[in-house]
Nanobody, 131 residues
Framework: QVPLVESGGGSVQAGGSLTLSCAVS???????LGWFRQAPGKEREGIAT????????TYSNSVQGRFTISQDSAKNTVYLQMNGLQPDDTAMYYC?????????????????????????WGQGTQVTVSA
């Protein structure tokens, strides 16, 4: 098990910003980390990954240009800066980590059955955006 703890969620009005944090209990400098979200009645969606060894990032089309994933390896923490939030961004947000692979597999892990792509997950933090 690799405990991950998300924080920073909350309620904001449309157009607002939030920064989510994910504290990881292990050394992250060689890992692939991702942020995901799940709205009620919908499948879990991959929105951003970062390949820690070279900080290469990948984003879903739904958040490209508005959200930024980053890491602080010294603090074993990954962040998600969210700007221009809209009501459609309302969801539970999760971070996850996988140790295997390379930059290409890290980017590819954003797609498909994300629950299978990443073995370790946090409990989530709620983000609610009002119109």
């Amino acid at each position: 098990q690799v405990p991950l703890v998300e924080s920073g969620g909350g309620s904001v009005q449309a157009g607002g910003s939030l920064t989510l944090s994910c504290a990881v209990s292990k050394y992250i400098a060689s890992a692939c980390l991702g942020w995901f979200r799940q709205a009620p009645g919908k499948e879990r969606e991959g929105i951003a990954t970062i390949y820690a060894p070279d900080t290469r990032t990948t984003y879903s089309n739904s958040v490209q240009g508005r959200f930024t994933i980053s890491q602080d390896s010294a603090k074993n923490t990954v962040y998600l800066q969210m700007n221009g939030l809209q009501p459609d961004d309302t969801a539970m947000y999760y971070c996850a980590i996988r140790s295997a692979g390379n930059a290409w597999t890290c980017a590819a892990a954003l797609q498909g059955r994300v629950e299978k792509n990443f073995p370790f997950w946090g409990q989530g933090t709620q983000v609610t955006v009002s119109a």
